[in-house]
């Protein structure tokens, strides 16, 4: 079944980690970029970072020098270290699969997007 598992948020304090998983299923003969989001309540969902098939990374400024993102291929997982935890941090975390340079493939690999549903994290003062 395709799909997105996030896993790994929690409550710590400031100052904290937490390390954030997502596990994706299907599509595996596909490239596409990972990717993590978060919401916060009454705020629209950022982009926080994303990671290429190649390995490269990008991420927001808000988080820079403190989140790093990964990715384990062989798993199908992407992964999010979140160091230096504030509390403008709390937020559901969604991870989002993009499909992306996959030439002749693209038609099929486009059924590869997708969200998951999120993982809490509450970070207190």
């Known amino acids: 079944q395709d799909q997105l598992v996030e896993s790994g948020g929690g409550s710590v304090q400031t100052g904290g980690s937490l390390r954030l998983s997502c596990a994706a299923s299907?599509?595996?003969?596909?490239?596409?970029?990972m990717e993590w989001y978060r919401e916060a309540p009454g705020l629209e969902r950022e982009f926080v970072a994303s990671?290429?098939?190649?390995?490269?990374?990008t991420y927001a400024e808000s988080v820079k020098g403190r989140f790093s993102i990964s990715r384990d291929t062989t798993k199908n997982t992407a992964y999010l270290q979140m160091n230096s935890l504030q509390p403008e941090d709390t937020a559901l975390y969604l991870c989002?699969?993009?499909?992306?340079?996959?030439?002749?493939?693209?038609?099929?690999?486009?059924?590869?997007?997708?969200w998951g549903k999120g993982t809490q994290v509450n970070i207190s003062s």
């Open positions: 990671i290429d098939n190649d390995g490269r990374a």
């Open positions: 299907g599509y595996t003969e596909c490239k596409f970029d």
């Open positions: 989002r699969r993009h499909p992306r340079g996959n030439g002749f493939n693209s038609f099929h690999c486009s059924g590869a997007a997708t």
